[in-house]
């Protein structure tokens, strides 16, 4: 089980398990925001609340957060889906603007794409294959991986959306 964990002004920093954000919450460092009535941690003196979200307690001023465009991070930006022809099948990543001709591996050049639309498209630019992408391709932001992998809790959607 996961626990999304909030800093002091309630914007998400990151996800941990149950046993660190337990001890979070145990050590005083942070409070219970969300937790799982049905499933209370109990031990031989005392039943606790299951965190599902906690807060810092105290602000935590944290590095900027640099997301580097790798092949997974490509990947969930995109949904894993073909940003040519919607495909989900043998999906790979494509240059917009070949490397071969120079393109360069930034979040504005790459895509995902399935196997057959990049042999289709080979060394050429998507306006010189006559394909069309869905979106142009953009920098994400730290805080849309964290909505992807809480999407399907609905507690976390509060605070990430």
Request: proline share 6%.
């Amino acid at each position: 089980m996961e626990v999304l964990v909030l800093n002091n002004d309630y914007s998400p920093i990151s996800v941990t398990d149950i046993v660190r954000g337990f001890k979070l919450v145990f050590k005083g460092k942070a409070e219970v925001i969300e937790h799982d009535e049905e499933n209370p941690i109990v031990t031989e003196n005392t039943i606790y609340k299951r965190p599902s979200v906690i807060r810092l307690l105290k602000y935590i001023v944290l590095p900027f957060k640099k997301l580097k465009p790798t092949r997974g991070n490509v990947f969930k930006r995109d949904n894993y889906e073909c940003l040519y022809c919607g495909s989900k099948k043998n999906i790979t990543w494509d240059h917009v603007f070949p490397k071969c001709r120079g393109g360069q591996n930034t979040w504005e050049n790459l895509v995902t794409c399935c196997l057959d639309c990049n042999n289709f498209k080979g060394g050429r630019t998507p306006e010189e294959a006559n394909m069309e992408l869905k979106y142009k391709p953009y920098k994400p932001k730290y805080s849309s991986f964290l909505k992807n992998i809480g999407s399907s809790k609905e507690d976390w959607k509060v605070y990430l959306f």
